[in-house]
């Protein structure tokens, strides 16, 4: 970057495993939480907030690896204006090179009725807590959540009261999606004119999708005067979501004429991770969502001929190469050896050691016998491994169906080392299987959802199923990718289960996991 | 509406059967297209781009079909600048009771560059080409394609010169969605104080949304002082589509203080027809999409507790039945008459002559039979009925998968009017079921996508699969819904075929539908 400012840096702080990770449904392992951490971490983003340390055991841990994990990146925990809350936020992120506690309290008049303070008690109670997270951690974030519907002067006040309590920045959240860019550029400009000491902290901007426009609130919330923004991959989050992180980071790349500021995101490694944070969250990206779209980069064949090929300046203002989408990439067969297949792995954004690609050269190999070609997708989808099938496993299964009356199926599964039969009917193969597995198994837990993709086109495609299963207010997804889609909805079934049960074990008696909510809190 | 003049007034110009239809995979048959359009013409939207008359024999037809139908709503045929394209348009539209003529051209040097016109050959084009719409219909909107990257001077030159050939409407395209909020309203606002004649006609914006903010530009340009917006529904459309028409609505009603426009929209048809359209073009909505995602209105049950419940707005901008979304509401079961499914549906958006209703019953009854408990989205699939099933029929079918060796599927078919029986092998028991079928009604379409859901939650769930082929540049999307998996593919994929056959059919030799691009010129 040349002919830039310090002043023109916009900070990147990434919530996908926290406010993310928190949409109904969108729960992720802890082997997840790590992976997509490190995915992060690589890709240069500035804070990553990787969860909310007191609402369970499994949040801890994973905040607290990632924090000792951590090479670049700032590793952030959320805690309410607690002094339990801040303690063990740092606790958790206390190892990380370069931590962040970020503290916040609802300042609207809605949410100062629900702890029923008074402006001046609630006043006192955010200086104690920002002082206190101050003590432990030289670097603390304080965000005033529903800030846009907060008045004025109140907001002000509690503004100045944390900075002099040693906030470094301060995040304005637009908690319910109800803000426009002029209001969103104005408001973070009044606040940085109005507010005493503003000039020494970082403002954040922090923005839902409810009404389509996070993308343009956050930029608005820059040329304001922000300089963080808040965001998640793919937009992921409750409701709409928050601000995607690929159309902050693209949109001032494209448009650096009219917004001459940047990241130190390396947007080539936007695609990876927005197929990892999809498969590992169930969340697919629409085909005509911006950036990562299937369809983002898609021109119809037709266009080409009257203007695309002539110049690709006319219908391209980005190129699909800036965000890691490699251009018409030839696809492997089954006389491609480990080295192609390592080449092509490590241009998908994947990198493997020698034991690992022994393991999947296996796989592919398998693959590409019942497949002539293997396309990137289907590597990516080879590479979404199974990674906690310890307890059950599937052994064998053979299913009968169609018009004739009801689905048939007979599955061999191995529980803990042994082998067991089950013969179920259903009202198709899938509801047959599950019921077997369920003979063999016996469990509560209710699909949420069932969804099939295939991976590739063609009829040989591989078809990738996953499958969510809740119990007791826990939350497991399970995929799995395979050529015969009754099997790999078996798989991915077994899969989930698998995770719940880690799950349960992890989170042990009475310690719900879903004890204390949070849920889209800021 | 109180208290709003006509000045506040926005017009919604519905462009989902035009941009939206021609996304690469998203093409629909003339029945959908009738269908939408109705739909669309229920729900108030002022104008209704219906398609491109002049590039094919069946875009004329739908247009056509759909102007004769009108009935508030106008309704609108694209054109390039040149005399045949514009008569072939009004030909179409010209039984409407109201009706558009919408011509176009690409004015920015890079488009310019294409037929190689200097600038006052294409401004003499344009004089021309307008004055003749004119000439045939009152109401012509001009567009200058590309006009975001178009010379200053030369775009008000040519503004100019269509208004003063009779051009009612100008719109200003952002053709490769390069554009930001501060400055599509600062376009509209020069322009507008600039060109001579700029206050007799109206002004329109035209987003796309390759960086994220095809909404937030939408209402900046009307902010400005334009007053129509081009919209999609679900934001179809090519590439990142389309400003999607639900979010500027919503956006308008929800911020009604800060941007105090009003349209003529019902709100509450919105759901309805954000998943006809879903449904028809195959492209699914994400789960976290703004308005229209099934989460757009989900809290984390964690939530509730805290704030949620104990008041509604702490939360919720916008309630869920302003879009259509019914709230709570209970299951049918197999005990439910006509006059519940009937009023059910009606809720639902659906419109039911008693014939149909007779129809729909049986399927109910047999479907409640499967299930114990039929929810809202089970009914929505049911709806989706087979509507060109003529030339292929599925009489029965049985298939055998597992985990030991290749599917077997033995099919069934009904091919205009006789059996035949295939049986096939291959890698799963879609692989082996579509080899069944193409055995028996050999054919080289190529399988595009693939997709199953699962409709409701719980493994005795329907699977709505869609199918989409692809055959000499003619695409056709198949659904079917049923409990089993296998069978539904079965029925999505001779669903696919069966339009196939009869796009074929219509379009008739050398008359390909293709023939003509014009994916993306607006």
């Not at 002539?310 to 203002?317: A, G, H, L, S, T």
């Not at 013969?423 to 509801?431: A, F, I, L, Q, S």
């Not at 997804?477 to 790999?488: E, L, P, R």
């Not at 289960?497 to 042990?508: C, H, M, Q, Y």
């Given at each position: 970057?040349?002919?830039?400012?310090?002043?023109?840096?916009?900070?990147?702080?990434?919530?996908?495993?926290?406010?993310?990770?928190?949409?109904?449904?969108?729960?992720?392992?802890?082997?997840?939480?790590?992976?997509?951490?490190?995915?992060?971490?690589?890709?240069?983003?500035?804070?990553?907030?990787?969860?909310?340390?007191?609402?369970?055991?499994?949040?801890?841990?994973?905040?607290?690896?990632?924090?000792?994990?951590?090479?670049?990146?700032?590793?952030?925990?959320?805690?309410?204006?607690?002094?339990?809350?801040?303690?063990?936020?740092?606790?958790?992120?206390?190892?990380?090179?370069?931590?962040?506690?970020?503290?916040?309290?609802?300042?609207?008049?809605?949410?100062?009725?629900?702890?029923?303070?008074?402006?001046?008690?609630?006043?006192?109670?955010?200086?104690?807590?920002?002082?206190?997270?101050?003590?432990?951690?030289?670097?603390?974030?304080?965000?005033?959540?529903?800030?846009?519907?907060?008045?004025?002067?109140?907001?002000?006040?509690?503004?100045?009261?944390?900075?002099?309590?040693?906030?470094?920045?301060?995040?304005?959240?637009?908690?319910?999606?109800?803000?426009?860019?002029?209001?969103?550029?104005?408001?973070?400009?009044?606040?940085?004119?109005?507010?005493?000491?503003?000039?020494?902290?970082?403002?954040?901007?922090?923005?839902?999708?409810?009404?389509?426009?996070?993308?343009?609130?956050?930029?608005?919330?820059?040329?304001?005067?922000?300089?963080?923004?808040?965001?998640?991959?793919?937009?992921?989050?409750?409701?709409?979501?928050?601000?995607?992180?690929?159309?902050?980071?693209?949109?001032?790349?494209?448009?650096?004429?009219?917004?001459?500021?940047?990241?130190?995101?390396?947007?080539?490694?936007?695609?990876?991770?927005?197929?990892?944070?999809?498969t590992v969250s169930g969340f697919n990206v629409q085909f005509?969502?911006?950036?990562?779209?299937?369809?983002?980069?898609?021109?119809?064949?037709?266009?080409?001929?009257?203007?695309?090929?002539?110049?690709?300046?006319?219908?391209?203002?980005?190129?699909?190469?800036?965000?890691?989408?490699?251009?018409?990439?030839?696809?492997?067969?089954?006389?491609?050896?480990?080295?192609?297949?390592?080449?092509?792995?490590?241009?998908?954004?994947?990198?493997?050691?020698?034991?690992?690609?022994?393991?999947?050269?296996?796989?592919?190999?398998?693959?590409?016998?019942?497949k002539k070609e293997v396309f990137d997708d289907d590597l990516?989808?080879?590479?979404?491994?199974?990674?906690?099938?310890?307890?059950?496993?599937?052994?064998?299964?053979?299913?009968?169906?169609?018009?004739?009356?009801?689905?048939?199926?007979?599955?061999?599964?191995?529980?803990?080392?042994?082998?067991?039969?089950?013969?179920?009917?259903?009202?198709?193969?899938?509801?047959?299987?599950?019921?077997?597995?369920?003979?063999?198994?016996?469990?509560?837990?209710?699909?949420?959802?069932?969804?099939?993709?295939?991976?590739?086109?063609?009829?040989?495609?591989?078809a990738t199923v996953s499958v969510r299963l809740e119990e007791?207010?826990?939350?497991?997804?399970?995929?799995?990718?395979?050529?015969?889609?009754?099997?790999?909805?078996?798989?991915?079934?077994?899969?989930?289960?698998?995770?719940?049960?880690?799950?349960?074990?992890?989170?042990?008696?009475?310690?719900?996991?879903?004890?204390?909510?949070?849920?889209?809190?800021?």
């Open positions: 970057m040349t002919n830039v400012t310090d002043q023109d840096r916009v900070l990147i702080f990434d919530t996908t495993l926290r406010d993310g990770e928190q949409s109904p449904g969108a729960t992720m392992t802890h082997e997840e939480k790590l992976e997509i951490a490190e995915l992060l971490d690589d890709m240069g983003v500035d804070i990553i907030e990787a969860g909310f340390p007191i609402a369970s055991e499994g949040d801890f841990k994973a905040v607290s690896e990632i924090a000792q994990r951590s090479k670049n990146s700032r590793i952030c925990g959320l805690a309410r204006a607690n002094f339990a809350d801040i303690d063990r936020c740092w606790e958790a992120i206390k190892h990380a090179e370069k931590s962040r506690i970020h503290t916040f309290i609802g300042t609207s008049p809605l949410h100062r009725a629900i702890p029923n303070l008074t402006q001046d008690e609630m006043a006192e109670k955010i200086h104690e807590t920002v002082s206190h997270a101050r003590n432990l951690c030289e670097n603390v974030q304080w965000s005033p959540m529903d800030a846009t519907r907060t008045e004025w002067d109140y907001l002000c006040r509690v503004i100045e009261i944390a900075i002099k309590a040693g906030a470094t920045t301060i995040n304005i959240p637009d908690t319910v999606g109800y803000t426009a860019p002029l209001e969103s550029a104005d408001l973070i400009k009044r606040l940085i004119e109005t507010v005493p000491g503003a000039d020494e902290v970082v403002f954040a901007t922090h923005c839902h999708n409810d009404l389509g426009m996070a993308t343009a609130n956050s930029l608005a919330a820059v040329i304001g005067g922000a300089r963080q923004i808040e965001c998640t991959i793919n937009g992921l989050g409750e409701r709409a979501g928050n601000t995607a992180l690929e159309e902050v980071v693209m949109a001032m790349r494209t448009r650096n004429d009219i917004m001459p500021y940047h990241t130190g995101i390396d947007t080539t490694k936007i695609m990876h991770i927005s197929r990892r944070v999809a005509n969502k911006a950036i990562v779209g299937k369809n983002a980069f898609a021109h119809e064949s037709g266009i080409h001929q009257d203007g695309m090929l002539k110049n690709r300046d006319n219908f391209e203002i980005m190129r699909p190469e800036d965000v890691g989408l490699s251009g018409t990439s030839l696809p492997l067969g089954k006389h491609s050896g480990r080295a192609a297949l390592r080449d092509k792995l490590e241009t998908l954004g994947y990198e493997i050691g020698d034991n690992q690609l022994k393991d999947i050269f296996v796989r592919f190999k398998d693959l590409a016998d019942r990516i989808a080879l590479m979404t491994l199974d990674d906690a099938d310890d307890h059950l496993q599937l052994v064998s299964m053979k299913v009968t169906c169609g018009t004739g009356g009801q689905a048939e199926s007979t599955v061999e599964l191995e529980v803990d080392g042994q082998d067991t039969i089950a013969t179920e009917y259903g009202d198709g193969p899938v509801d047959a299987t599950f019921k077997a597995i369920r003979a063999i198994y016996p469990n509560k837990a209710h699909l949420q959802l069932y969804q099939v993709h295939a991976v590739t086109a063609g009829t040989d495609a591989q007791d207010g826990m939350i497991a997804t399970g995929q799995s990718a395979n050529t015969d889609t009754v099997v790999a909805s078996a798989k991915a079934y077994i899969h989930a289960l698998n995770r719940l049960i880690v799950r349960r074990e992890k989170t042990g008696p009475g310690a719900d996991a879903r004890e204390i909510s949070y849920k889209d809190l800021t």
